[in-house]
């Protein structure tokens, strides 16, 4: 934190969705295809052709707009935002402008630095995508329109954040809630959520906002906390140097930690906003956002309370299983079957997360079922077999798909709960090792876990480690 200035930061977020077809043709918006083999005349911008406007992105900026506690308008504007661009067939980008689909938003978020705060925002609108240029090795460049006009819904944040960790906070706040909605992919690095970060410092006590720079290429959550980072210590130089902050758009270089000017106030296009002929104004019914309303999932934020006050789940916990949409839906599937909450999370942040860390995977391609893994957890609760067996079951079931009492079974791993038997294994044990039994006796007593260690080993894991000890403790302490 600046003793003298105060940062002010404010987002603008686009979020790319994940609608099979661009928001006004037919066309797909699938990626990696061949250039210009998804285009038609609406979306190469040819003369004459009408725009359509695909309901999915309706529906889906209503599902953002719910979720970041907007109103929804009930009537809102398309407008043609005019500029020239190559990658930009009809000389204008269809967006909203002066009545976008959502307004007067807000998201609570929560840092160390700051504890809990909420942050406005703004404004929601839907818009198309611009295509792409291709730069070839014989400096000619190609246009590859795939892209062009593929929907877009772009979040514009109040000024609210006071440092990069709360804008950082706030951005994976929105990125969780859009993954969560299904809306979005969510891959920062493809340019799926996308930031520009406007930054600007004043003296403390200021009402007046100082003038801003927008940070644009910032493709990284790292990224962004650094360029944000760069700039105020850029902008405290300037003004330390009895200079002033000029108004510009600064490109972030990631390999280099330092941002550059890419055009100044004087050289910001003059949109010429107006609405467009070709769309009639949208209309959305209170009938249409409850259906919307209605088809919401249970969003992170509520499933993190809930985890901790239904639950009973520590905060830590419920944060990691919230986090991931389809890691909760795993979790929740699980606890349904074997309704021990805290055993649950441990299992799933343990076993499960450290097995798909390890093999690369991700939850929906875990192997072991919640229901085979309740499976795993009822033979420890009712003593078939220990902790640590259990375990080894959960490798098994890895590999083999099987259900746990198949793999208890086939593999002989039932727990050896039968006193007599552990009470020979303990006599073998205590036989073997006269040093340390002798020193036991003399008052070492933490070489009881050296013993339970022998029991367990000589019984192949298999004997109950409570009735090990206690009777480990009886033979030692006899005589
Ligand atoms: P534009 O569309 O030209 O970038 P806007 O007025 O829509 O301009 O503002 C874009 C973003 O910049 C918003 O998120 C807003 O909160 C933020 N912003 C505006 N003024 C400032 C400022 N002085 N300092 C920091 N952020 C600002
Ligand atoms: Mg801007
Ligand atoms: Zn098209």
């Known amino acids: 934190?600046?003793?003298?200035?105060?940062?002010?930061?404010?987002?603008?977020?686009?979020?790319?969705?994940?609608?099979?077809?661009?928001?006004?043709?037919?066309?797909?918006?699938?990626?990696?295809?061949?250039?210009?083999?998804?285009?038609?005349?609406?979306?190469?911008?040819?003369?004459?052709?009408?725009?359509?406007?695909?309901?999915?992105?309706?529906?889906?900026?209503?599902?953002?707009?719910?979720?970041?506690?907007?109103?929804?308008?009930?009537?809102?504007?398309?407008?043609?935002?005019?500029?020239?661009?190559?990658?930009?067939?009809?000389?204008?980008?269809?967006?909203?402008?002066?009545?976008p689909i959502c307004e007067h938003g807000w998201l609570d978020i929560e840092t160390e630095g700051s504890g809990k705060k909420r942050l406005g925002i703004t404004r929601i609108h839907m818009e198309e995508d611009a295509g792409k240029l291709l730069h070839n090795e014989d400096n000619s460049s190609s246009v590859d329109l795939n892209r062009a006009c593929t929907p877009l819904l772009e979040v514009v944040s109040e000024p609210d954040m006071r440092s990069s960790e709360e804008a950082i906070a706030y951005l994976k706040q929105l990125h969780q809630i859009v993954v969560?909605?299904?809306?979005?992919?969510?891959?920062?690095?493809?340019?799926?959520?996308?930031?520009?970060?406007?930054?600007?410092?004043?003296?403390?006590?200021q009402k007046e906002l100082g003038t801003r720079?927008?940070?644009?290429?910032l493709n990284s959550f790292r990224y962004i906390k650094q360029a944000i980072e760069y700039e105020v210590e850029r902008q405290i130089d300037v003004i330390d140097a009895g200079e002033k902050v000029v108004q510009e758009t600064r490109l972030f270089d990631p390999d280099a930690g330092v941002s550059r000017s890419m055009r100044g106030k004087e050289e910001a296009h003059d949109y010429r906003y107006f609405p467009d002929p070709d769309l009639l104004p949208l209309q959305v019914s209170a009938?249409?956002?409850?259906?919307?309303?209605?088809?919401?999932?249970?969003?992170?934020?509520?499933?993190?309370?809930?985890?901790?006050?239904?639950?009973?789940?520590?905060?830590?916990?419920?944060?990691?299983?919230?986090?991931?949409?389809?890691?909760?839906?795993?979790?929740?599937?699980?606890?349904?079957q074997y309704n021990q909450p805290k055993i649950c999370s441990n299992w799933v942040m343990g076993e499960v997360l450290g097995a798909l860390k390890e093999k690369n995977l991700t939850i929906d391609q875990c192997p072991v079922s919640p229901e085979l893994l309740a499976g795993i957890l009822q033979r420890i609760d009712d003593n078939t077999i220990s902790g640590k067996i259990a375990k080894t079951v959960f490798e098994?079931?890895?590999?083999?798909?099987?259900?746990?009492?198949?793999?208890?079974?086939?593999?002989?791993?039932?727990?050896?709960?039968?006193?007599?038997?552990?009470?020979?294994?303990?006599?073998?044990?205590?036989?073997?090792?006269?040093g340390q039994v002798a020193e036991y006796r003399a008052g070492k007593e933490k070489l009881m876990g050296f013993f339970v260690g022998q029991v367990m080993q000589a019984s192949k894991g298999k004997a109950n480690p409570g009735m090990a000890n206690a009777l480990l403790k009886k033979k030692l302490t006899e005589m």
């Open 1 to 99: 934190m600046n003793s003298r200035y105060e940062v002010v930061i404010g987002l603008e977020v686009h979020v790319q969705l994940t609608t099979k077809t661009k928001i006004f043709c037919g066309c797909s918006t699938g990626f990696g295809q061949s250039p210009n083999s998804q285009t038609c005349p609406v979306c190469l911008g040819l003369p004459g052709a009408l725009p359509v406007l695909n309901r999915q992105v309706v529906d889906d900026a209503i599902k953002a707009g719910l979720a970041t506690n907007c109103q929804i308008a009930p009537d809102s504007i398309f407008a043609r935002k005019n500029y020239f661009y190559p990658d930009l067939p009809k000389g204008y980008q269809i967006s909203q402008f002066e009545l």
């Open 396 to 434: 098994e079931i890895w590999q083999n798909g099987k259900t746990a009492d198949q793999v208890i079974e086939e593999k002989g791993l039932k727990q050896v709960t039968d006193t007599g038997e552990i009470e020979a294994i303990v006599a073998a044990v205590i036989a073997a090792n006269p």
């Open 180 to 205: 969560y909605l299904g809306i979005c992919d969510g891959n920062l690095e493809e340019g799926s959520f996308r930031c520009d970060a406007n930054v600007s410092i004043r003296p403390w006590g």
């Open 287 to 336: 009938d249409w956002v409850e259906q919307v309303r209605s088809s919401l999932p249970e969003l992170s934020a509520a499933k993190l309370q809930r985890y901790q006050d239904e639950m009973g789940l520590p905060v830590y916990d419920a944060g990691v299983i919230s986090a991931d949409r389809q890691l909760a839906e795993y979790f929740e599937a699980l606890v349904e």
């Open 213 to 217: 720079s927008e940070l644009k290429n």
